[in-house]
């Protein structure tokens, strides 16, 4: 199992971007997907996640009203619209599956989680 994160770069503080996740050679739309964050030496937190049924989400509180996290079924994909980005964002984004959850919840509790991605770096700085 692997994903692929992409969307990242460098942006100035304020600005916005949209980040993806992708699974290679399978679907994880029977999976709640999370979205997580490490910067150089702190601990890998949890931002935000959302249910199999895309109808439960999650938000660290620090990026609540800031980041919306949506799921299309149809392209397989989940994303991560961020805006309002601070220097305190700058982290490399993982995106994680969560297969064991059940439809209606998620949690952005990081040992449920499979990490199989390589992450995209985010950078807000002026």
């Known amino acids: 199992l692997q994903v692929v994160e992409s969307g990242g770069g460098l942006v100035q503080p304020g600005g916005s971007l949209r980040l993806s996740c992708a699974p290679a050679?399978?679907?994880?739309?029977?999976?709640?997907i999370g979205w997580f964050r490490q910067a150089p030496e702190k601990e890998r937190e949890g931002v935000s996640c959302?249910?199999?049924?895309?109808?439960?989400?999650n938000y660290l509180d620090s990026v609540k009203g800031r980041f919306t996290i949506s799921r299309d079924k149809d392209k397989n994909t989940v994303d991560l619209q961020m805006d309002s980005l601070t220097p305190e964002d700058t982290a490399v984004y993982y995106c994680?599956?969560?297969?064991?959850?059940?439809?209606?919840?998620?949690?952005?509790?990081?040992?449920?989680?499979?990490?199989r991605g390589q992450g995209t770096q985010v950078t807000v700085s002026s």
């Open positions: 994680a599956i969560d297969y064991r959850q059940r439809p209606d919840f998620c949690s952005l509790a990081r040992g449920r989680y499979l990490f």
């Open positions: 050679g399978f679907t994880f739309v029977d999976s709640a």
């Open positions: 959302i249910s199999v049924d895309g109808f439960t989400t």
